[in-house]
């Protein structure tokens, strides 16, 4: 069974920093791209990064020189690192796992930024 589990979320100030994480369990097919999707209240599931197989990775406009996405292999895990934090980057931040046939969510990890 395909499991992601995230850690990593909390309060944090403006400017601040947060290291999100999430380790994969189980037997995931054909991997294609591992990635980390946001949604706040009252807005649609968005796509922060991601990262495929050849390593090449794509981010969301307004992350771009803030965020950075990596992975390691050998612990079977995801990373998004997250500088310079916004409020408006406040949201549930969500791991998602792209197979060739399926694709796998995390549980989600809340992400509040406040001063």
């Known amino acids: 069974q395909v499991q992601l589990v995230e850690s990593g979320g909390g309060l944090v100030q403006p400017g601040g920093s947060l290291r999100l994480s999430c380790a994969a369990s189980?037997?995931?097919?054909?991997?294609?791209?591992t990635g980390w999707y946001r949604q706040a209240p009252g807005k649609q599931r968005e796509l922060v990064a991601v990262i495929r197989n050849g390593g090449s990775t794509n981010y969301l406009d307004s992350v771009k020189g803030r965020f950075t996405i990596s992975r390691d292999d050998a612990k079977n895990t995801v990373y998004l690192q997250m500088n310079n934090l916004r409020p408006e980057d406040t949201a549930v931040y969500y791991c998602n796992v792209q197979g060739i046939i399926r694709e796998y969510w995390g549980q989600g990890t809340q992400v509040t930024v406040s001063s």
């Open positions: 189980g037997s995931i097919y054909k991997l294609q791209a």
